[in-house]
């Protein structure tokens, strides 16, 4: 490109090439729509819609009422990285030593410390498709290359042994994980992922498992990775089952011979995670805020009968049970050769947002739509009741 | 390395080869001199000591009373951004278009952005040596190499645009400069800049000018690089002078052609950053907040002409003046021979705690030690006495 263009060099290929977010531009849409008094339904958020709960809130008034708010060590307050540890087991029965808690910026911190730590330029990564959108731009970040693990939904949007084992190739690095993921709310069996790391371990590799969602699961006991064996990366947040996304606060569980080069790497890419965050999170363990946890799961629980019952019989197919986060990742096909022009159509005819398959990956994309439940049952109500008049 | 230390794969090159802050192991042994009851006087600390200012301690808590803390767009709040360039405005007289600022977690967030826009794989930066630790990480996280520049104390350990000139070299992709500096409190002069500027734009290549330390200048009004041009990298955060640390807020201000790449970088890498910090911020531009503010500069200003010169009262060679930041360089070669034994034997003997050069750079690191005025007059006159007495 001509020099006059980019005055100071050109951008790197890791950040020249990353496609928009379909969703913002249905977002900004909605805003506009929504100045024009049109009323609308947001399903396309990741995001609970509740409040601080109110013992984290106090944590943090109290914290700001003494009124220093310094630098931490770069891994973390140790009373947090111990409260995590007992969270591990008292929750999971599962041991986790605090030194292996290295606390950050949420767990896109933590995605970033971990590629930062495995990845040397050439590497490749096997990413299920559908997936996070981001994780894709953790591993070229770091000179890393992508290879899509095309999973199916009969195996709940997935990576099996099997897929793992064939799609390995000489400079595979390692495999990323979410149970339960974005956009499709699955979970993977625990045989699943047992029989996974077999095959990693068999080829050295890493497995990089995300529990941003953990906690958030119906009918399911929520579970760990790390009670198969502590050779994982385990990603883990405040954002989302304690609701604490605008406070930028999460965590990775490393294997014990590489916390020292990561925490390394931490000191000097972020110095520390929010202060006033950690010590918001002190509060988080607590039964009080537990309990209050716990009530949200239910409500959550509930607006998903509500949106997947109501989703499949307007005919919009769900072949994955979503067991757990707060999505619904729903077939469109019968209705629409498109998801993401049958997106900006509900939205303009029926005021309902919802995020377009591409922008979690390129197999199939035009055929799915995310429906996040993070509104309460009466909109989700609302919703289906457009759509049905819709379509 | 043997398969059974790194179960999971060997740890990336960038995370390896990091040394340990020397810096660290000196305030282990600092907190355990105090457990033993000894009085330790804190010279290594790169922190304000000052509570948070009561209008932005306000604002926060305005902003938590009413109770959500939700993601903000990537960029950052529009009145945040808003209020940052408004700030350039009313403080140099420069126009700062919002839509070239984004807002990150700390002026860490801002170079890590930067440094991944940048930077491709064999890309080599030029920095100065003593400079701040992290930015050659920052490099390296990229796959970029560090040629690091000999400055020198006569020139306000800056580089200069015949050094800038000399070290480049085809695959030199851009210089990364700071003023006020750290570790040695020296700033860049104007004309000094802008002759570096045309070396670099000369061969398309970046400038990144790290301003963290803007508004803390002695003796000298406050200065941007910004009004030199609009095709710079400007790094900021509210962490210095707005004594924000904890907060984890900074932002960077990019040439207009980069500024969507970039966006969508901080968007897959990061989410946003701290929600509550960027409210909070939201006041720290106001006329009370600034008044506190520079209350505070005054007592900077004051802790500086008694520590200046006290150390050189001592012996300590003081080459550089340090008109800005909040650190003194000095040279111990008339005392000891390797300032890193130095500072333990400070610390063993008299209580106070510095940071020795090698945490800083290669080049002579023994001749130097970084003390940094974020303790009281009343403190550094006690740390003067307590070095006499040793001396
Ligand atoms: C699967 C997954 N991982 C990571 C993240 C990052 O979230 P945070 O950085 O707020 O913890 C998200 C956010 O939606 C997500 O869905
Ligand atoms: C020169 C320089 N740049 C950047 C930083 C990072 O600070 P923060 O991320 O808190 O803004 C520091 C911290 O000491 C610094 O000295």
Redesign the interface.
């Known amino acids: 490109m001509p ?1 006059k ?12 090439g ?1 496609p ?2 379909h969703v913002m531009e249905l977002l900004s849409r909605a805003h506009e729509l929504a100045a024009q008094g049109r009323d609308i339904i947001h399903m396309e958020v990741g ?1 609970p819609d509740f ?2 709960a109110a013992p984290v ?1 106090a944590a ?2 109290a914290f ?1 009422g003494a ?6 060590p770069a891994a973390g307050l140790p009373a947090l990285r111990e409260g995590i540890a007992a969270h591990y087991a008292a929750r999971f029965g599962v041991t986790v030593d605090p030194a292996r808690i290295l606390v950050t ?2 767990a ?2 933590a995605l ?1 410390l971990a590629l ?6 050439g590497d490749r990564w096997l990413l299920p498709d559908p997936g996070y ?2 994780n894709r ?2 591993v070229q ?3 890393g290359e992508v290879d899509s693990l095309n999973v199916r939904a009969e195996e709940a949007f997935q990576p099996t042994a099997a897929s793992v084992a064939g799609a390995w190739q000489a400079r595979t ?2 495999l990323m994980v979410a149970s339960p993921a974005n956009p499709t709310g699955t979970l993977i069996a625990r045989e699943t992922l047992a029989g996974i790391l077999a095959e ?2 068999a080829r ?4 990089v498992v995300d529990e941003i969602y953990q906690g958030l699961t119906y009918g399911r006991a929520p579970e760990t990775a790390l009670s198969l064996g502590d ?3 385990v990603i883990n947040s405040f954002s989302k089952y304690f609701g ?5 606060l999460g965590w990775l569980v490393a ?1 014990a ?2 916390v020292r ?2 925490e ?2 931490a ?11 950690q010590h918001a999170a002190l509060a988080a363990f607590s039964p009080e805020a537990l309990a209050i946890f716990e009530a949200r799961r239910e409500a959550f629980s509930q607006r998903r009968t509500c949106l997947l019952a109501g989703l499949r019989e307007l005919g919009f197919g769900v072949p994955a049970e979503p067991e757990g986060a707060f999505y619904v990742y729903a077939d469109v096909s019968r209705h629409a050769p498109d998801s993401a022009a049958f997106a900006h159509r509900l939205l303009e005819e029926t005021g309902v947002a919802a995020t377009p398959g591409v922008d979690f990956g390129a197999r199939e994309p035009q055929r799915w739509l995310r429906f996040a439940y993070t509104t309460d049952v009466a909109r989700i109500e609302e919703a289906l009741a457009r759509m049905k008049k819709l379509l």
């Open positions: 020099d263009i980019f005055p100071a060099g050109p951008i790197a290929r890791r950040a020249d990353i928009p977010f995001e409040p601080v809130l943090a008034q700001l009124g220093r708010v310094e630098y931490t910026a949420g896109s911190g970033l930062a730590g495995l990845t040397e330029f959108p981001c731009q953790f970040a770091f000179g690095r390692g990693v371990r050295n590799g890493a497995c050779d994982m990366f604490l996304t605008g406070w930028r294997p011979p590489y080069a990561l390394k790497l000191q000097h890419y972020t110095i520390c995670a929010s202060t006033v965050a």
